[in-house]
């Protein structure tokens, strides 16, 4: 593992003590294309007071500098110091009761995520092996010197999953469901490649979308106006408020990443006699559509299917995107065309008997995740 002296390290508690220059470089450097790791989407999270620490979302970037005077950005990777455990999507709320039962605290913790996102993505960020290898080294420093009860690393790439486990870390595995573009020219296209029942009931959705007097279009983010945000944001907190949750992003989080980055942006807006009725936003490259967030103020049957999956779909075939990543389980995905991947997560525990605890569980779970995936692709969607 290469040593820290040949870096300078730091803790950053804002990206802006990074520099957005800096970081895109970083991320060039790295390869790394994913949205959500931008300078961008980051800085908006915590200047939009979306993740900062007063939501329990703590910045404590690791950052190592290199270079004759130490300002260039070899390795650096997304960390937070988490008083809670919402907004994650790899669930650890049995964990941090056994804690407490125990009278044990288990916040707070350190984790290196994407703030309410569960897509993967690099947690290491480094421009090579070595400064990849010393970053691993400075975070194991961290999380001892912190005194706290563990550290999370969710949806890294498995390699790096793997360089973790090498360091101490357990691996946990979890399933998404994920579109593949296999070149179709038209929506028609793709499903003539399913089942017969499968095409039949897609057909059937949309239909049904029609007869309701729907129409539907897209939006690109650098024609988004801030009445198209007001809206989706409208759309956005009505959902959660009737799952009796509170949303996790503020209206200005979503200006900040529509005036920052348009280009990764696509919205699909439903009307009905004149007036918007729901919406739906995804992130995207130019190989990759993220599936991200949905809304409606009017209840239409099927309008969600066509608003999240279909319209983002037929945006895929028509740009070439290769890949529409669904977001967080839901296996009613499979029938619409999406197929199982695997992801995931590496976690340290502090307390040697919780660690033992928690790495038999994994082990179980672990056969569990390859059954559950086993049997999935047993159900493949396609003819």
């Not at 017969?196 to 057909?203: E, T, Y």
């Amino acid at each position: 593992m290469a040593r820290m002296t040949t870096y300078r390290p730091a803790i950053l508690s804002s990206l802006a003590d990074a520099g957005e220059a800096a970081w895109s470089t970083l991320l060039h450097a790295s390869g790394e294309t994913n949205p959500f790791l931008s300078y961008a989407f980051l800085h908006a999270l915590h200047a939009s007071g979306s993740a900062c620490a007063e939501t329990g979302w703590q910045p404590q970037y690791l950052a190592l500098w290199d270079g004759e005077e130490g300002t260039t950005l070899a390795a650096a990777m997304p960390l937070y110091v988490k008083s809670h455990s919402y907004g994650e999507y790899v669930f650890d709320w049995a964990w941090a009761e056994a804690y407490h039962r125990n009278g044990i605290e288990y916040y707070p913790k350190l984790l290196s995520a994407i703030p309410f996102t569960p897509v993967t993505g690099s947690r290491l960020l480094a421009r090579d092996g070595a400064a990849r290898a010393a970053l691993v080294a400075f975070l194991l420093e961290q999380q001892q010197a912190s005194g706290m009860s563990s550290t999370h690393v969710l949806y890294p790439p498995q390699a790096q999953a793997q360089l973790l486990q090498e360091a101490g870390f357990m691996l946990r595995s979890g399933v998404q469901f994920h579109w593949i573009n296999q070149g179709y020219a038209t929506f028609d296209d793709f499903t003539a490649t399913l089942e017969h029942k499968k095409r039949k009931n897609i057909r059937a959705e949309r239909r049904k979308v029609r007869e309701a007097g729907v129409t539907l279009r897209r939006i690109r983010g650098i024609d988004m106006t801030e009445a198209d945000w007001r809206f989706f944001h409208r759309c956005y907190e009505t959902t959660y408020a009737e799952h009796r949750s509170s949303p996790y992003l503020n209206l200005a989080f979503f200006l900040d990443i529509g005036a920052a980055m348009p280009g990764n942006i696509m919205l699909t807006v439903a009307e009905r006699s004149g007036r918007p009725i729901a919406s739906s936003l995804v992130l995207h490259t130019k190989d990759t559509l993220y599936g991200r967030y949905w809304g409606a103020i009017e209840h239409v049957p099927c309008l969600h299917f066509e608003v999240a999956y279909y319209q983002p779909l037929e945006f895929c075939i028509e740009q070439g995107l290769g890949t529409f990543e669904g977001g967080a389980q839901g296996e009613h995905k499979m029938a619409r065309g999406f197929l199982p991947q695997q992801t995931w997560s590496a976690h340290w525990l502090a307390h040697p008997s919780f660690a033992d605890a928690v790495e038999r569980f994994l082990e179980r779970e672990r056969g569990g995740i390859d059954n559950y995936i086993s049997e999935l692709n047993e159900r493949n969607p396609f003819r």
